[in-house]
């Protein structure tokens, strides 16, 4: 199975994180958004799309270079992000840039989330929020997930 992670990771790391124990699973090279060569993205049978929600979004780069994909026909993807802040009731991060994708072809099959540390505005007064996430928790969540995934787009071998 032919895997590529696509990750804007700020400030402390922390999508960066969660993108490299995700890529340790589906044996992925993970890489910022300027390094994509959108043509090439058909020769992959995963693409993860991830970063941290600044200001309520995903960073701009992710859904810039979303935007210039061509056209591709089931290549299957996913998205993840980490945020200081839990998500609001009604407000899906992952819309804005899931929509899209599947409006190019991609078949989006999931999402992973964790909390991550953030000293962002008023949180940078007082130390931060969340320091230490992700943490190892988070970290495994984000293993058994891409596992998960790697079997639904790559099913193991049953034994006859």
């Known amino acids: 199975m032919k895997s590529l992670i696509v990750c804007v990771s ?3 790391g922390n999508t960066r994180r969660v993108a490299d124990r995700m890529a340790e699973v589906l044996g992925a090279e993970v890489v910022e958004p300027e390094s994509v060569d959108p043509a090439q993205l058909r020769e992959y049978d995963l693409v993860g799309f991830g970063s941290g929600i600044y200001y309520m979004a995903f960073d701009a ?3 810039k270079l979303i935007g210039r994909l061509p056209d591709v026909d089931g ?3 996913f998205t993840f ?3 200081g802040a839990r998500q609001m009731p009604l407000m899906d991060y992952t819309k804005p840039i899931r929509v899209p ?3 190019k072809g991609f078949e989006v099959l999931d999402s992973f989330s964790c909390r991550g540390f953030d ?3 008023l949180f940078g007064f007082i130390g931060g929020i969340n320091r230490g996430r992700p943490g190892d928790h988070d970290l495994d969540r984000a293993a058994a997930f891409a596992e998960r995934l790697r079997n639904r787009v790559a099913p193991p ?3 006859s």
């Open 10 to 12: 700020k400030s402390h």
């Open 61 to 63: 780069r992710i859904r």
């Open 75 to 77: 290549v299957r993807a």
């Open 81 to 83: 992000f980490t945020s």
């Open 101 to 103: 994708l599947a409006a």
């Open 119 to 121: 000293t962002v505005g």
């Open 157 to 159: 071998a049953t034994a």
